[in-house]
């Protein structure tokens, strides 16, 4: 089992920037990948954005030029920097840590983006 803890999330204003940092810990030795998704009340969950062991990163086209994956694969951390955020970004992110086959997910963080 791979447990993964977010932190970072909160309120901030429109235009503004979050930083989430998420951390793997128990049975990590095969992830080749940690990422980010999001769910809004009433939307279906998206990715925003993802990240290979070999630094391979994936974006939502929403994010784009805004947001930027990082990972540490030494420490099994993966972080998100978020600038410009809007107030459609205000969404619930889960951290995710995936192996062959599988893909474990965190309880998720708050952002809350005011306009």
């Known amino acids: 089992q791979v447990q993964l803890v977010e932190s970072g999330g909160g309120l901030v204003e429109a235009g503004g920037s979050l930083r989430l940092s998420c951390v793997a810990s128990?049975?990590?030795?095969?992830?080749?990948?940690m990422g980010w998704y999001r769910q809004a009340p009433g939307k279906q969950r998206e990715l925003v954005a993802s990240i290979t062991s070999d630094g391979i990163t994936d974006y939502g086209d929403s994010v784009k030029g805004r947001f930027t994956i990082s990972g540490d694969n030494a420490k099994n951390t993966v972080s998100l920097q978020m600038n410009r955020l809007k107030p459609e970004d205000t969404s619930v992110y889960y951290c995710?840590?995936?192996?062959?086959?599988?893909?474990?997910w965190g309880k998720g963080t708050l952002v809350t983006v005011s306009a």
């Open positions: 128990g049975s990590v030795f095969r992830i080749n990948r």
């Open positions: 995710t840590a995936g192996r062959p086959g599988l893909t474990y």
